[in-house]
């Protein structure tokens, strides 16, 4: 009855040896894990930075167009001003010629 309970007692050690052991990781597994993971982080880091650069170049050509139009519209206002000056002159000039007597 002994010979049974020591190798019941060798057996349930092996048994729960193996349990406890067989759910650990080694050091290589995670390092292999944890290496896969950090070179799809690094992908994804340099396409961020890549948008992040086009976006940036984006932006800068936006304003710089933005400028653009605003001088383009301050210009049109000096010019609408000048236009309507000139209208202005064109009316008078038509109505002194209507009331100059012809003949």
């Known amino acids: 009855m002994r010979l049974i ?3 019941a ?5 092996i048994l729960i040896g193996s ?3 067989g759910g650990c990781a080694t050091k290589g597994y995670v ?3 944890i290496a ?3 070179s799809r982080i690094d992908g994804i880091d340099g396409r961020l930075r890549t948008t992040e650069g086009t976006a940036g170049q984006a ?8 400028g ?3 001088q383009n519209g301050q210009r049109i206002d000096q010019l609408s001003g000048r ?3 000139m209208d202005q002159q064109v009316q008078q000039l038509q109505q002194r010629a209507q009331r100059r007597p012809r003949g």
Not at 9 to 13: C, L
Not at 59 to 66: N, Y
Request: hydrophobic share 50%; proline share 0%; net charge negative.
């Open 5 to 7: 309970s020591s190798k």
């Open 9 to 13: 007692s060798v057996a349930a050690a």
């Open 19 to 21: 349990v406890a052991l």
């Open 31 to 33: 390092n292999d894990q």
């Open 36 to 38: 896969t993971v950090n």
């Open 59 to 66: 932006l800068s050509q936006a304003q710089a167009a933005a």
């Open 68 to 70: 653009q139009a605003q």
């Open 83 to 85: 236009v309507d000056g």
